[in-house]
C-alpha cells in the first residue's frame, strides 16, 4: 500500500519536526516498530458541509496534532493552518477536535491524529471522501434543424461520484439510440423525433436534469380537400390544411391567377395550419376550379377544390317535386289496385300522369298553394 507508506513517512517526518526529535535517531523504524496506528473508518461528506475530525488524547500526552497530508493543522491548541474553515473544537485532556467547514473537494484525502504520550507515539488516521451533487454544466440549447439532418445532443455534468447520465423523450425509443450516453445522437432526424428531450445526471447523492427542445423542419403536406357547392348569392367556404414545420403561408389560385384577400367580397384567413377563402355573396362567376398552395421554406404542395353551383330548390320547384312525389305514390296505389297482387311496380313510371285523375292534382295545388 504505496498511500500508505507514503502518509506514514510524513507522518514520521513531522513528528520529528514538532517533537524535535534529533536527527540522528532512527525515528522512522521507531514509529513502525513501536507506534500503535488506528484507522478510522472514511467519512463520507458532501461538498459545502462541515467535518470534525476528533482522537482521543489519554495519558501522559506530551505532544498532538492533526495533520493533513504533510501539513500541520494544529498543533495542540495553536493553528498552524491559514486555512480559516479550520477551527478547533475541543482541546482537553480527552479529546482533540477540529472541524473544517465548507469541505471541498480539495480537502479529500488522510488525515492524521499523531499523539506522542511519554511511552510510545500514537497515530489515529481518517480518510475524508467529499461527495458533490451532481450538476449539468454544458447541455446543448434549443435546436432547429430540417428533416434528415444528423442530430447530436450534448449533456455534460460533474460530481462525485460521476454522475450517470440518462435520456428520456416521448419522441424516441430505447431500441433506437443509446440513451445512456453523454451526446445523444439521432442520424437521419425524422419529425417524429421532434420534441422534448430530458437528460437526467444522477449520482449516489441527488440528481440534476435538463430539457432541450428539438424542432424538425419539414416541407408541407397538404390533406386532400373536398369539392364544394354553393348557391348563387349564398356565402360559401374552400378550406385548405397543410402540415408543416414551420408553418405553411398559403396562396389561392383560380385557374392560374392569384385570388387575393378583400377582393369583390372575398376573404382569406390563415389560422396556423387551416387556411379559408370565403365567398360572401356567391355570384356566377365566382365558381371554378381553385388550387390551394400551402408553401414554407423548405417547399411547397398544392391541392385543387372545385367550387360548383347548388341550384337551391325555390318555393316554386319545391311544389312541384312535391306534387310529382304525391302524385307519383298516389298512382302507384291506383296502379296496384287495378293490376291486384303480384304486379310489379316501376318507380320511375314516366306513365304517371295517364293514371292520375286530374281532380287530386288540382286539389293538391289548391292545399299547397295555401
Ligand atoms: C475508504 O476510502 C478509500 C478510498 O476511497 C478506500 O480505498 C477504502 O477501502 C475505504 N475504507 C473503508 C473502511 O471504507
Ligand atoms: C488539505 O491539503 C490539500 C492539499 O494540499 C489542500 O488542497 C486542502 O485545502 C487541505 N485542506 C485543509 C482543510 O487543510
Ligand atoms: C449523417 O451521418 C451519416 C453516418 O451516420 C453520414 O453518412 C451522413 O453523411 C451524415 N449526414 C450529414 C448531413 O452530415
Ligand atoms: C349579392 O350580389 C347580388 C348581385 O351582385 C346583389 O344583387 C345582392 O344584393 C348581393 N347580396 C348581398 C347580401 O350583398
Ligand atoms: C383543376 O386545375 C388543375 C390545374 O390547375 C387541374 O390539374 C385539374 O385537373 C383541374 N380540375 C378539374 C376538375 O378540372
Given at each position: 500500500?504505496?498511500?500508505?507508506c507514503?502518509?506514514?513517512?510524513?507522518?514520521?517526518?513531522?513528528?520529528r519536526l514538532?517533537?524535535?526529535i534529533?536527527?540522528g535517531l532512527?525515528?522512522?523504524?521507531?514509529v513502525?516498530?513501536q507506534?500503535?496506528?488506528?484507522?478510522m473508518?472514511n467519512?463520507t461528506?458532501?461538498q459545502?458541509?462541515?467535518?470534525h475530525?476528533?482522537c482521543?488524547?489519554g495519558?501522559?500526552?506530551?505532544?498532538t496534532?492533526?495533520?493533513?497530508?504533510?501539513s500541520?493543522l494544529?498543533a495542540?491548541?495553536?493553528?498552524?493552518?491559514?486555512?480559516?474553515?479550520v477551527?478547533?473544537?475541543?482541546?482537553?485532556?480527552?479529546?482533540?477536535?477540529?472541524k473544517?467547514?465548507?469541505?471541498?473537494?480539495?480537502d479529500?484525502?488522510m488525515y492524521?491524529c499523531?499523539?506522542?504520550t511519554?511511552?510510545?507515539?500514537?497515530?489515529?488516521s481518517?480518510?475524508?471522501i467529499?461527495?458533490?451533487p451532481?450538476?449539468?454544466?454544458?447541455?446543448?440549447?434549443?435546436l432547429?434543424v430540417n428533416?434528415?439532418?444528423?442530430?447530436?445532443?450534448?449533456?455534460?455534468?460533474?460530481?462525485k461520484p460521476?454522475?450517470?447520465?440518462?435520456?428520456?423523450?416521448h419522441s424516441?425509443?430505447?431500441d433506437?439510440?443509446?440513451?445512456d450516453?453523454?451526446?445523444?445522437?439521432?442520424?437521419?432526424?425524422s419529425?417524429s423525433?421532434?420534441?422534448?428531450?430530458?437528460?437526467?445526471?444522477?449520482n449516489?447523492?441527488?440528481t440534476?436534469?435538463?430539457?432541450?427542445?428539438?424542432?424538425v423542419?419539414y416541407p408541407?403536406r397538404v390533406?386532400e380537400?373536398t369539392?364544394v357547392?354553393?348557391?348563387l348569392?349564398?356565402?360559401?367556404?374552400l378550406?385548405?390544411?397543410a402540415?408543416a414545420?414551420?408553418v405553411a403561408?398559403?396562396?389561392?389560385?383560380?385557374?392560374d391567377?392569384?385570388?387575393?384577400?378583400?377582393?369583390?367580397?372575398i376573404?382569406i384567413k390563415?389560422?396556423?395550419?387551416?387556411s379559408?377563402?370565403?365567398?360572401?355573396?356567391?355570384?356566377?362567376?365566382?365558381?371554378?376550379?381553385?388550387?390551394?398552395?400551402?408553401?414554407n421554406?423548405?417547399?411547397?404542395?398544392n391541392?385543387?377544390?372545385?367550387?360548383?353551383?347548388v341550384?337551391?330548390p325555390t318555393?316554386s320547384?319545391?311544389?312541384?317535386?312535391?306534387?310529382?312525389?304525391v302524385?307519383?305514390q298516389?298512382?302507384n296505389?291506383?296502379?296496384?289496385?287495378?293490376?291486384?297482387?303480384?304486379?310489379v311496380q316501376?318507380?320511375?313510371?314516366?306513365t304517371v300522369?295517364?293514371?292520375t285523375?286530374?281532380c287530386l292534382i288540382v286539389a293538391l295545388?289548391?292545399l299547397?298553394a295555401f
Amino acid at each position: 500500500m504505496p498511500a500508505e507508506c507514503a502518509w506514514r513517512r510524513l507522518v514520521s517526518l513531522s513528528l520529528r519536526l514538532l517533537l524535535v526529535i534529533p536527527a540522528g535517531l532512527p525515528v522512522r523504524s521507531q514509529v513502525e516498530a513501536q507506534s500503535d496506528n488506528t484507522v478510522m473508518d472514511n467519512i463520507t461528506v458532501q461538498q459545502g458541509q462541515t467535518v470534525h475530525l476528533s482522537c482521543s488524547q489519554g495519558d501522559v500526552v506530551t505532544h498532538t496534532a492533526w495533520l493533513n497530508r504533510s501539513s500541520i493543522l494544529y498543533a495542540g491548541e495553536d493553528k498552524w493552518s491559514v486555512d480559516t474553515r479550520v477551527s478547533l473544537v475541543t482541546f482537553n485532556r480527552d479529546e482533540f477536535t477540529i472541524k473544517i467547514e465548507n469541505v471541498d473537494v480539495s480537502d479529500e484525502g488522510m488525515y492524521v491524529c499523531a499523539v506522542q504520550t511519554s511511552s510510545k507515539p500514537r497515530t489515529t488516521s481518517v480518510h475524508i471522501i467529499v461527495q458533490v451533487p451532481p450538476k449539468i454544466v454544458s447541455f446543448s440549447k434549443d435546436l432547429v434543424v430540417n428533416e434528415g439532418s444528423n442530430v447530436s445532443l450534448m449533456c455534460l455534468a460533474n460530481g462525485k461520484p460521476e454522475p450517470a447520465i440518462s435520456w428520456r423523450s416521448h419522441s424516441i425509443q430505447d431500441d433506437d439510440v443509446d440513451l445512456d450516453d453523454e451526446y445523444l445522437e439521432i442520424p437521419f432526424v425524422s419529425r417524429s423525433k421532434a420534441g422534448l428531450y430530458e437528460c437526467t445526471a444522477a449520482n449516489d447523492i441527488a440528481t440534476d436534469s435538463k430539457t432541450v427542445k428539438l424542432v424538425v423542419n419539414y416541407p408541407p403536406r397538404v390533406f386532400e380537400a373536398t369539392d364544394v357547392g354553393v348557391t348563387l348569392g349564398q356565402s360559401g367556404v374552400l378550406q385548405c390544411e397543410a402540415d408543416a414545420v414551420p408553418v405553411a403561408d398559403f396562396e389561392w389560385y383560380r385557374d392560374d391567377r392569384r385570388v387575393f384577400n378583400g377582393l369583390d367580397g372575398i376573404e382569406i384567413k390563415n389560422a396556423g395550419a387551416v387556411s379559408k377563402l370565403t365567398f360572401y355573396n356567391m355570384s356566377e362567376t365566382d365558381y371554378g376550379n381553385y388550387t390551394c398552395v400551402a408553401i414554407n421554406k423548405l417547399g411547397s404542395a398544392n391541392t385543387n377544390i372545385i367550387l360548383y353551383e347548388v341550384i337551391e330548390p325555390t318555393s316554386s320547384t319545391l311544389l312541384q317535386e312535391m306534387t310529382s312525389s304525391v302524385v307519383e305514390q298516389t298512382a302507384n296505389e291506383y296502379n296496384q289496385l287495378w293490376e291486384g297482387p303480384g304486379a310489379v311496380q316501376d318507380g320511375n313510371s314516366g306513365t304517371v300522369g295517364t293514371y292520375t285523375p286530374l281532380c287530386l292534382i288540382v286539389a293538391l295545388q289548391l292545399l299547397l298553394a295555401f
